[in-house]
């Protein structure tokens, strides 16, 4: 009977402190902002978390055995972090790179180097043929029948991500329908170190589906300046690539339960996964840890915030976005706002917001608010050099959430040298800065708290 008593006081002490803690006043903004980054610039957890998803686990390409232990690695340290944590299953389509290689036969045998983009078809042996090289879908078409039985090369430069990288998503398509029976791409990068870059591309269903590459900025400039002296370039293209069907993955999901508002929320997004080159570590694997350690000091603070937060490591950005599909399809509660972080790990400046609606008018006023409820926020980030607000698009993973009416939020990285090592076997751990980290852990637990605080 006295231990059934002592249970029993023990369980009413802990709902009467829960209940404190839930209904308690919490301390000024400026005050939690304060903590936040304070306890942020001196953690060592999300290096530690990075460090053992690269060395660890590794790359984790959709499907993968290795994606699945990285998500149960995220649900382990956000329960042991003190979120409720839990696995929302997400069916995806699988893809499987196989063996590769190019070869150049002429003018002068050479191995090169390539990554098959990501669902080609592959070539179902060896493809020899001859290369004709474009600058442009314009130039392409001016091309006419000089492409057919050919394999095309887009060289086209680096103008920026956005600008540039249609050629890798839709090159293989217009290729086809000039004849051409492959598609080489430039990697859509600044610069190189002989690292061809992979990436996503898709077929137009009105054109045949041929194999897809990419190389490196030093073969497509070496390849351009044989066109250009008018001297016959052929290669050999051999790649194993296949669609390997149909699996189950998972977001991996934890939350910081509301105080006063819990069915509101407030989301932290990344993708876990990665393509099946480099460790994951700028893409995005930095952007989870950041993400997951924005969680704990959230969940550690003396008064939780008045929405709910929650960290969502998506699955099946690099290939497909049905985890962020999968998500937005299930919410259960509201979402006010989003955050995301995959833009590499460099210097953060700020944040890109992003609001969307089918009137511009009421896009423009939103914004507008958007921007004016924020500036408190900036100025606080200010003195880790984390303040900068501008209008641009957020993220793919929290897209979906942002086009429903939430208030979407970029991490707004300095890319320099994210955008050469992008999609490539260069994306390791070293390239990350442990201080780039922290601020940007400290970036996102500030905006996620005032955005669980803040009226609308």
Sequence with gaps: MHRVAAALLVLSLSTSVSARRRAATPPPLESVAADLIGAALVSDEPWRELAHLCDNIGHRLTGTPALEEAIDYGVSEMTADGLTAWKQPVPVKVWSRGT????????????????????????????????????????????????????????VPFTGYGQTVGYRVGGASAAAR???????????????????????????????????????????AWMRRLADSGQPIAVTLTMGAQDSGEAVSHNAIGEVTGRSLPDEVVVLGCHIDSWDVGQGAQDDGGGCVAAMEAGRLLAALPVPPRRSVRVVL??????????????????????????????????????????????????????????????????????????????AFSGADIAPLVRSGAIGLGVDHDTTGYWPIHHTAADTLEKVDPDNLRRTAAAMAVAAYALAELDY
């Design 100 to 155: 590769e290689s190019l070869t150049m036969d002429a003018p002068m045998p050479r191995a090169l180097t390539l990554l098959g983009l990501g669902w080609s078809v592959g070539t179902n042996g060896p493809l020899s043929a001859e290369v004709v090289v474009a600058d442009s879908f314009d130039h392409l078409v001016s091309l006419g029948d000089a492409t057919a039985g050919k394999i095309v090369l887009f060289d």
């Design 178 to 220: 000039q004849g051409a029976v492959g598609v080489l791409v430039r990697s859509i990068s600044p610069e190189s170190l002989y690292t061809p870059h992979t990436g996503a591309m898709s077929y137009a269903e009105d054109a045949p589906r041929i194999p897809a590459a990419a190389i490196s900025l030093e073969d497509a």
């Design 314 to 391: 998506y699955t099946n950005e690099e290939n497909g976005l049905a985890g962020a599909q999968t998500y937005a399809e299930e919410v259960d509660k509201k979402h006010v706002a989003a955050i995301e972080s995959d833009t590499g790990m460099g210097a953060p400046g700020g944040f890109r917001l992003d609001i969307r609606g089918d009137d511009d008018a009421v896009v423009a006023q939103r914004l507008a608010a958007a921007e004016a409820m924020l500036a408190p926020v900036s100025a606080l980030l200010g003195p880790i050099g984390a303040g900068g607000l501008r209008p």
